[in-house]
């Protein structure tokens, strides 16, 4: 497990909004494995996403809901 950088964070696991995960290769995210994420406290649009499981990320525990900017398959 990496630590966040610059923001404490007791959790194992993070819940991101992709707001385009078919931008990245067939078979790109799997179950398990570990990624470097860049994310935003802020949505990227000027429009809301559908995100249907959005409830998920009340298990984060902060009081935004974070968009991935960069993400980078590390293991």
Known sequence: MK?????PYKNRNIGIIVTCPDMYK???FK???M???SFSDTNPAD????????????KNGLLFD???VSVKKIQ
């Open 66 to 68: 974070p968009y991935a």
């Open 35 to 37: 990624y470097e994420v």
């Open 26 to 28: 067939e078979g790109f």
């Open 31 to 33: 179950k398990g494995k």
């Open 3 to 7: 630590d966040l950088l610059s923001m």
């Open 47 to 58: 429009f809301e996403w559908t995100v249907g499981n959005r409830n998920l990320l009340k």
